[in-house]
């Protein structure tokens, strides 16, 4: 059964850092693309970075580079999204999702149950 567990969100003040973890597990595809999202109450869920599998290529949306990081730890089938010099418009609620590819816009099928992020000013 194909699953992902996020954790790590929490609240923070402006500046600070979290680290959000995504355990995922039951996939059996050879390629494929875990991302990061995010959503605001009102807007649509928009996409914060991706890495791919296995080549390890990351994308990062304009608002987050130079702040944030993701990687991922194979042996404990993990993606990880450091966030650091967070700003109040970070706040949401952030997903993992697997996808087939970084920069996917169709439907995705795997997700998260998300994981909250407060940033306070």
């Known amino acids: 059964q194909v699953q992902l567990v996020e954790s790590g969100g929490g609240l923070v003040q402006a500046g600070g850092s979290l680290k959000l973890s995504c355990a995922e597990s039951?996939?059996?595809?050879?390629?494929?693309?875990v991302g990061w999202y995010r959503q605001v109450p009102g807007k649509e869920r928009e996409g914060v970075s991706c890495?791919?599998?296995?080549?390890?290529?990351?994308t990062y949306q304009d608002s987050v580079k130079g702040r944030f990081a993701i990687s991922r730890d194979d042996a404990k089938r993990t993606v990880f999204l450091q966030m650091n010099s967070l700003k109040p418009e970070d706040t949401g609620v952030y997903y993992c999702?697997?996808?087939?590819?970084?920069?996917?816009?169709?439907?995705?099928?795997?997700w998260g149950q998300g994981t909250q992020v407060t940033v306070s000013s």
């Open positions: 999702a697997v996808i087939p590819e970084c920069g996917h816009t169709g439907w995705i099928d795997y």
């Open positions: 890495i791919s599998v296995p080549d390890s290529e990351t």
């Open positions: 039951g996939f059996t595809w050879d390629a494929y693309a």
